[in-house]
C-alpha cells in the first residue's frame, strides 16, 4: 500500500516568501512502475471549499499547472529520496490552505482530484498578508 506524507507547509508572509513543500513515499515501485515514473499531482483546499487542483507531473516528468499558481509554483521529484516537491514562490493570501499530494490511478483530467489515490494528511500552508 503506497502511504504519502506531505511536510514543508508552514506560516509565511506575501510578496518573496519561498516556500517548498515536500511529499515522501515509502514505496518505490506502484503497479510496476517505479517512484520516478509515478503520475502524481498537488492539490489544496481551503476551509469551506472544494479541493483543487494546483499542479501535475506525468510519468515521463512533463509538468501542467493551474492558471492562478503558473510561473510561480514548480513541481518536481527526487526519485533517489523517493520525493515529489512544490516550489512555492511569490505566495499570496489567497495561496492559504491545506497541501495535499496523491497518485495518479485513473485516465481522468489531470486537474481531477477523483483520478488520485493515496492521499496523504495535508501540510497547512498559511501566508499573511
Known amino acids: 500500500q503506497v502511504r504519502l506524507v506531505e511536510s514543508g507547509g508552514g506560516l509565511v508572509q506575501a510578496g518573496g516568501s519561498l516556500l517548498r513543500l515536500s511529499c515522501t513515499t515509502n514505496?518505490?515501485?506502484?503497479?510496476?512502475?517505479?517512484?520516478?515514473?509515478?503520475?502524481m499531482g498537488w492539490f489544496r483546499q481551503a476551509p469551506g471549499n472544494e479541493r483543487l487542483f494546483v499542479a501535475h507531473?506525468?510519468?515521463?516528468?512533463?509538468?501542467k499547472y493551474a492558471d492562478s499558481v503558473k510561473s510561480r509554483f514548480t513541481i518536481s521529484r527526487d526519485s533517489a529520496k523517493n520525493t515529489l516537491y512544490l516550489q512555492m514562490s511569490s505566495l499570496k493570501a489567497e495561496d492559504t490552505a491545506v497541501y495535499y499530494c496523491?497518485?495518479?490511478?485513473?485516465?481522468?483530467?489531470?486537474?481531477?482530484?477523483?483520478?488520485?489515490?493515496?492521499w496523504g494528511q495535508g501540510t497547512q500552508v498559511t501566508v499573511s498578508s
Open positions: 514505496e518505490r515501485t506502484f503497479n510496476e512502475r517505479t517512484f520516478s515514473t509515478w503520475a
Open positions: 496523491a497518485v495518479k490511478t485513473r485516465p481522468t483530467s489531470d486537474s481531477d482530484p477523483d483520478g488520485y489515490d493515496f
Open positions: 507531473i506525468s510519468t515521463d516528468g512533463e509538468s
